[in-house]
Nanobody, 123 residues
Framework: VQLQASGGGLVQAGGSLRVSCAAS????????MGWFRQAPGKEREFVAS????????SYADSVKGRFTISRDNAKNTGYLQMTSLKPEDTAVYYC?????????????????WGQGTQVTVSS
């Protein structure tokens, strides 16, 4: 499956932004989807993951209550809605997909990756 992330941009602290992940090539609903991010000088970290059906989600503690992951399998698209953004949320955001059913937080558990979209939060 090929993944294309989009929707990043510049937003002020406290603002909101939604990034999207368009999937192609294979049946999107056959994959668990995840979002990761990488800030300058830091390792890539887990943000959120969602089950194949969209019924179950998991979040990193740093974004819990502020970010919402979702998916529309009919549109082959996943989303990450980000609210109450903070400067420390500034990073390149990547979507990823994995075969299987478990919502994993480890990036090495994901088989397919999009190219990333930059999110910058100004203070």
């Amino acid at each position: 499956v090929q993944l294309q992330a989009s929707g990043g941009g510049l937003v002020q602290a406290g603002g909101s932004l939604r990034v999207s992940c368009a999937a192609s090539g294979r049946t999107f609903s056959n994959y668990v989807m995840g979002w990761f991010r990488q800030a300058p000088g830091k390792e890539r970290e887990f943000v959120a993951s969602i089950s194949r059906s969209g019924g179950t989600a998991s979040y990193a503690d740093s974004v819990k209550g502020r970010f919402t992951i979702s998916r529309d399998n009919a549109k082959n698209t996943g989303y990450l809605q980000m609210t109450s953004l903070k400067p420390e949320d500034t990073a390149v955001y990547y979507c990823a997909a994995r075969e299987g059913y478990i919502l994993e937080a480890g990036e090495y558990k994901y088989d397919y990756w999009g190219q990333g979209t930059q999110v910058t939060v100004s203070s």
